[in-house]
C-alpha cells in the first residue's frame, strides 16, 4: 500500500471508531509492532537508495506518521467527550439475580453449641491437628504397639510413621503436657479409621473429646457434666447412667446412656464413652496422679448431629448433597 493509502485507510477507520476497545485495535493495525505504517519504514531499505528518494520518502513518511499519531489522538479524545466507555448497558427494571446463601454444616454447627455450652463451664476450646504420632494417638494413651486395643481402630498410616488420627483422644497427652494440671478442655475435630462404609460407619468422622484434670475430681464431676451439657444440647432436663466401660486410657471406664423417647417409647440410648483418667496417661505427661485425677469423655460429634436432626445415613454427612445441606438453612 501506498502512503496516501494508507492515510485514507487510516482516516476512514477512525471514523467508524466509538470505544476504547475499538481505537485499540486501529492503533495496532497501524502503529503497532506489525502495523501498517510500522512496516511500511521497516521493509524499505535506505542503503541502495539513492539520496533523493532517501529525502522525499523519509520526508513523507515522517508526515505520515505525525498525521497518524494525531488523527489517533484526536480519536480518542473524541471517545473520551463522549464518555462512550462510562455507557454499560443496564436495564434497571430487569429482576435481581438469585444468589443463594450458603448455610452452615449440621456437624459444625452442632460442634459450635457445644463449644458455647463448655466455654460457658470454663473449658477452653482446641482443635489439634489431624496428623499425629503414634505416641499421642496410642502409646502415650496406655495402647501399646501389641495391646489388641490397637485392632480396634484401623489405621491410616502415614509414610512419616505419624497417623490420621483415630480418636480426638490423641490431644490429650500434648494437652496435659502443655496446659499442665489443672486444665479443662475439649478437642473437636475430624477423626479417620480405615472403615468399611455403611450407614452407621464412615472413614471420616468428627469427635469432641473432653478433659477436665484438678485435684479431687471425681465421678461425681463427669456426672454432673454431662447432665448439665446434655440438658443443655437438649433444651430439657436430661437424665443419664453409667454402665462399666472398657478404654484403656481411663480407670474406672463407663458407657454413658440418656433416656430420651425414640419411635415414641422411652428408653435408653447409648452416647459417650467416659471415664476417671487413667494414672499411667497422667504420668505419660509428667503429671503426679497421687495429687491430680480428672475424668475424659470422647463424644462422637458425628453421631450427635444424627441423634439430633434424625439423619438416618452416616455418609450423607460427607457426600456434598445439596438436597441435604440446604435443609439445616435457617429460613425465616
Ligand atoms: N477415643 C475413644 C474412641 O474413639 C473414645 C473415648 C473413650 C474417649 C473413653 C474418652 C474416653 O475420652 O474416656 O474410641
Redo the contacts with the bound molecule.
Sequence with gaps: MKLAEIQAALLADLADVRTDEALNLVRARYTGKDGLVTNLRKNVDFSTMPIEEKRSFGGAFNDLKSTTDEAIRQAAARIAASGAHDVVPFDFTLPGTDHRLGAIHPILSTQIEIEDIFRSMGFQVFAGDEAVSEFENFDALNIPGDHPARDMQDTFWLENGMVLR??T?SMQNRALRKLGAPVRAIFPGRCFRNEALDITHENTFY?L?GLMVDRDVSVANLIAVMRDFLSQVFRREIEVRLRPGF?P??EP?FELDFKTTLNGVRRWVELM???MVHPAVLRNAGIDPAEFSGF???LGLTRLAMLKHGVPDVRLFNKADLRFCQQFHASL
Design positions: 483415630t480418636h483422644s469427635q473429646e478404654f486410657f481411663v471406664g464413652p467416659c471415664g475424659a469423655f470422647g
